[in-house]
C-alpha cells in the first residue's frame, strides 16, 4: 500500500512523500501520518504521533483489544482515521445493502464470503467484519441469526466481498471486486487531506465521506 500511495501522490508537486522506516527523515515536514502496516507497528506509529502532534490514518487491520485501547488513550490528543477498507466502493456497497433490507420485509439467512491474496493474514478479513457489525442492527426483523462469513485465500486477489441474502424463495447478491490497491491508496490520500484539520478523536471512513458529500 505505501508504494501505492507514493506511486500516486509523485505526481503531485503540493505534496512530499516520506517512508516512515527511512533513516532521515525532516520530522518539520509531516501533517499527517498514513499507515497500512501491521498491528505490531501500531505503538512506535502513534508513538511518533503523539510526540509531534500528528494526525493518523490507519489500514492497518487485525487489532487486538490492547491496540484499541491504545487508539482509544491517543484520540484524547490526536484526530485518527481507522477504516478496514478506504474504498469509496466498500461505503456504496454498504449503502446499498441497507436501502434493500431498508424496503424488504424478510427474514433473510445471511452469508458473507471474502476472497483475499494467499498472503493476507488476518482471517476474515477487516471488512467482513464491519459488514458483518453493520447488518447485525438487521438481526431478528430482517436477519435470521447468524450471520455466515467464509474467507477464502487465493492466488493474488486484491479484494473481493460478497454478500448473499437468501428468504428461501428467492436469492440476492451485493458484491465488490478490487481490481487494484490505487483504490485504497486514493481514498486514504483523499482522506487524509481532511483528518489533518480535524479535531482530535477518533473517526471512520464513512464520518469522511459525510462530510465530503
Not at 106 to 127: L, V
Request: with cysteine; hydrophobic share 40%.
Amino acid at each position: 500500500m505505501g508504494k501505492s500511495i507514493q506511486e500516486l501522490l509523485e505526481s503531485r508537486s503540493d505534496v512530499t512523500v516520506q517512508d516512515f522506516k527511512a533513516q532521515e527523515i525532516d520530522s518539520s515536514l509531516p501533517r499527517v501520518v498514513i499507515d497500512f502496516s501491521s498491528p505490531d507497528c501500531l505503538p512506535a506509529v502513534l508513538q511518533a504521533c503523539l510526540d509531534q502532534r500528528l494526525p493518523l490514518i490507519t489500514g492497518t487491520t487485525g487489532f487486538s483489544e490492547e491496540h484499541r485501547s491504545l487508539l482509544t488513550q491517543a484520540q484524547a490528543i490526536i484526530p485518527i482515521l481507522v477504516a478496514s477498507n478506504m474504498s469509496i466502493g466498500i461505503a456504496n456497497l454498504k449503502q446499498s445493502i441497507n436501502c434493500f433490507l431498508e424496503t424488504r420485509a424478510g427474514p433473510f439467512t445471511c452469508q458473507i464470503t471474502e476472497m483475499h491474496h494467499a498472503n493476507k493474514i488476518d482471517s476474515p478479513s477487516g471488512t467482513a467484519i464491519e459488514i458483518m457489525r453493520s447488518l447485525e442492527e438487521f438481526l431478528t426483523d430482517k436477519i435470521s441469526a447468524p450471520i455466515k462469513v467464509k474467507a477464502l485465500r487465493l492466488g493474488k486477489i486484491f479484494g473481493i466481498h460478497r454478500v448473499e441474502f437468501n428468504d428461501g424463495k428467492e436469492s440476492f447478491f451485493f458484491q465488490h471486486i478490487a481490481h487494484s490497491r490505487d483504490i485504497f491508496a486514493r481514498g486514504a490520500v483523499h482522506a487524509a487531506q481532511w483528518i489533518s484539520i480535524s479535531a482530535a478523536g477518533i473517526y471512520t471512513f464513512e464520518d469522511f465521506l459525510a462530510k465530503k458529500l
